[in-house]
């Protein structure tokens, strides 16, 4: 976990510069045709070769973006000897025998930010104890990213970001809400989130360790905004993916909770994947949780599987994160046990989209929207 109170803001401030003038930037990242959301494990052996560690550029991208290992004295090139010293003490930087380098976290530029996550995937994979760990943080990824691009950014004073993790959502929102709470089961989200505040230098975000809404039992928002943790899941695996038997385990909290947390007018969008079921399509299951007649609800499709495409994409970690690089008896007892639950659970497909709700506006709502302009 990253200290907080023994941050010191200025070398922060330094940090920042050093990524941004050496290219390490969201742009640059597209310039080269790298996409920071859609790389896939494979890619990663490419990448390296195609981005050696002989630039500055190099050095940022194997250490925050591959998770390479590297001399000290390549990490010398880019950083003088009080940096490393700052960056080891505030545990970006891990050394080993005070001869190599790794960094212990991945660093994921988007937009003007930098968003420090765990990693998921690692140019030499994951240590045991980091695979072993359900409290892994989720780093800035596509999901969080097609939320942000589809959702309604218009100036709102209060953002509830529900599950922040990293602390993308809330970050971002910043920008738009005059204040915003991000609230995560996880307490090493809620450092992470914390620690990127301060990295990216913003002041208007709160991070609070709690479930769901109940932090804010009372108080009401112009804006919710979630991703919650969505996968089918039949055992425990990470506390960001963990979607329970159905998948919607969170979602349906979130999405009963919605209309008690609206201010009136206020939105609440939530990104997702959300089952067909053979008695219940989406459209009927998400319903069935809105009591309230004042939420107006929508569902934007962004993409669909059936349950074959759907359980290939939720085993290949079955094939990358487990013991040997590749375990293809676990690829495929995870194959069988899934397609049997999904039959049992009468499972059609998986949609992935964008869940909006909106809280009719009230007589007074002219006077707010006037006040946040
Ligand atoms: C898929 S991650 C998304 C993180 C971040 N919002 C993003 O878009 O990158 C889901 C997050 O929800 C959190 N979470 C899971 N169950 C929760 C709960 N009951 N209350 C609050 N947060 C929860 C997880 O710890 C995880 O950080």
């Not at 023994?6 to 390490?24: A, C, M, Q, V």
């Not at 004295?73 to 003490?89: H, M, P």
């Not at 190599?100 to 998921?120: A, E, H, N």
């Not at 005059?178 to 620690?195: C, K, L, Q, T």
Request: glycine residues 6%; aromatic residues 12%.
């Amino acid at each position: 976990m990253f200290p907080i109170q023994l941050i010191n803001k200025p070398f922060l401030k330094k940090f920042r510069e050093i990524l941004k003038k050496n290219n390490y930037t969201f742009e640059h990242l597209l310039e080269l045709g790298m996409n920071p959301f859609t790389v896939a494990l494979y890619d990663l052996p490419i990448l390296a070769y195609r981005n050696p560690h002989e630039t500055s550029f190099g050095i940022l991208f194997h250490l925050f973006f591959l998770g390479g290992v590297l001399e000290r004295k390549i990490v010398n090139r880019l950083f003088l000897a009080g940096d490393i010293e700052e960056l080891l003490r505030i545990k970006i930087l891990e050394k080993n025998e005070d001869k190599f380098f790794k960094s212990l976290v991945t660093i994921i530029p988007y937009q003007s930010l930098y968003l420090v996550g765990d990693f998921i995937l690692r140019l030499d994979g994951l240590s045991k104890r980091m695979k072993k760990r359900e409290d892994l943080v989720y780093p800035a990824s596509l999901d969080s990213v097609t939320l942000l691009e589809t959702a309604v950014c218009k100036p709102v004073i209060s953002t509830l970001d529900l599950g922040c993790g990293c602390g993308i959502l809330s970050l971002i929102a910043s920008k738009y809400s005059r204040f915003v709470i991000g609230i995560d089961i996880n307490p090493r989200a809620v450092n992470f989130s914390r620690f990127n505040a301060l990295l990216n230098n913003i002041s208007n975000c709160q991070f609070i360790c709690g479930d769901l809404y109940q932090p804010v039992e009372n108080e009401k928002f112009d804006l919710i905004l979630a991703n919650p943790p969505y996968e089918i899941t039949l055992e425990k695996t990470f506390l960001y993916k963990d979607g329970g038997r159905y998948g919607f385990q969170i979602l349906q909290k979130i999405v009963e909770g919605a209309s008690k947390h609206l201010n009136k007018g206020g939105i609440c969008q939530v990104i997702s994947r959300v089952g067909e079921f053979a008695a219940d399509m989406k459209e009927t299951l998400i319903k069935k949780w809105i009591s309230d007649k004042n939420i107006r609800f929508s569902f934007q499709e962004l993409s669909k599987m059936d349950i074959y495409q759907y359980a290939y994409a939720i085993s290949t970690d079955k094939l990358i994160l487990d013991e040997k690089v590749t375990d293809y008896r676990k690829y495929s007892q995870s194959i069988k046990k899934l397609l049997d639950h999904f039959n049992k659970i009468h499972l059609q497909n998986v949609l992935f989209g964008i869940i909006t709700l909106q809280k009719k506006s009230g007589v007074f709502d002219s006077i707010r929207k006037f006040l946040v302009k």
